[in-house]
């Protein structure tokens, strides 16, 4: 549950010279904005940023294609900070911007910390990338160390503009709840596409003539899971080698 509190009124921009006024999407957007980096849980993570896209009218896709109009949308100053230290990272050659993988499609299933953080790094890469959660909170509050490398990857992910607390001074350890919010809340910003309350239960191979069929070297894969808040086993269609 989160409350927008919102003046209909255009606001002035501060972080604009103080004299641009902002447009109401664009001051209710940015007040979401800021509930999204500042949501504690799971939960409210992700349901600021599907109120944060219904806003601003954008869908979860591919890095090339999300991830620059959402940056347009958002200038506050703790927008813009963000969007250095990620567009930094994204500029790496080997993601040769974005596109390193195209017409590539990801399911990762689990939203631990190595589930998230292999989201983040195919996002970057340029594939659509799902994930999908069986649980619908994060809540294991043990300590995990933090090697110096991984420090190092974190930051340049703009953890600290994600967690104050994140590693100040000598601490090297983070909670696993926190650990994951991060690592969470930049694969949402790339546009990465998660699902909570989803079990993966198996994947079917496609029967030979199906593949044949379909032709191009497509492979069209059902993979089955549980969402368990309709109850009900649904069917999910992977392919390979797809313009998205
Ligand atoms: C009690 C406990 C204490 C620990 N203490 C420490 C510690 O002090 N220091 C330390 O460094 N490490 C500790 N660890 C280890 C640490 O938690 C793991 O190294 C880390 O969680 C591994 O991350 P992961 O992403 O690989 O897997 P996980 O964190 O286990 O994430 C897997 C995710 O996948 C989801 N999932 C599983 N199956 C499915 C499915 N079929 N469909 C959809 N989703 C699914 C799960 O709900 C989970 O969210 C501890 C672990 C436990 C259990």
């Known amino acids: 549950m989160f409350v927008v509190a919102m003046d209909t009124r255009s606001r002035i921009n501060p972080h604009l010279g ?3 006024p902002m447009s109401p999407e664009s001051a209710m957007a940015s007040d979401v904005f800021d ?3 500042s949501a504690g849980t799971f939960k409210a993570t992700l349901s600021t940023y599907r109120y944060l896209c219904e806003v601003l009218r954008i869908k979860p896709t591919n890095y090339s294609t999300f991830y620059p109009k959402l940056k347009a949308k958002l200038r506050s100053w703790k927008a813009a900070s963000l969007w250095s230290k990620l567009d930094k990272r994204a500029s790496h050659k080997c993601y040769n ?3 390193a993988c195209p017409n590539t499609r990801v399911l990762i299933i689990g939203a631990g910390p190595c589930g998230l953080r292999t989201a983040i790094e195919a996002q970057l890469l340029g594939a659509k990338v799902v994930v999908v959660e069986k649980r619908d909170r994060f809540s294991r509050n043990n300590v ?5 490398i991984v420090i ?3 930051r340049n992910l703009g953890a600290k503009k994600l967690f104050g607390k994140f590693c100040a001074g000598s601490i090297d350890h983070i909670s696993e709840r926190q650990l994951q ?3 969470l809340k930049v694969a949402l910003l790339l546009g990465v596409e998660v699902h909570e309350n989803v079990t993966f239960k198996s994947l079917i191979e496609p ?3 199906l593949s044949s069929e379909l032709g191009g070297g497509l492979k069209c894969y059902l993979l089955t899971t ?7 086993m649904c069917l999910l269609v992977l392919m390979e080698n797809v313009t998205l």
């Open 35 to 37: 509930q999204f980096l």
């Open 18 to 20: 103080g004299a641009t």
């Open 181 to 183: 919010l991060i690592l």
């Open 226 to 232: 549980l969402f368990h808040n309709m109850s009900l």
């Open 97 to 99: 911007r974005g596109k």
């Open 144 to 148: 995990l160390h933090l090697w110096p």
């Open 207 to 209: 029967p030979e003539n």
């Open 152 to 154: 190092h990857d974190l």
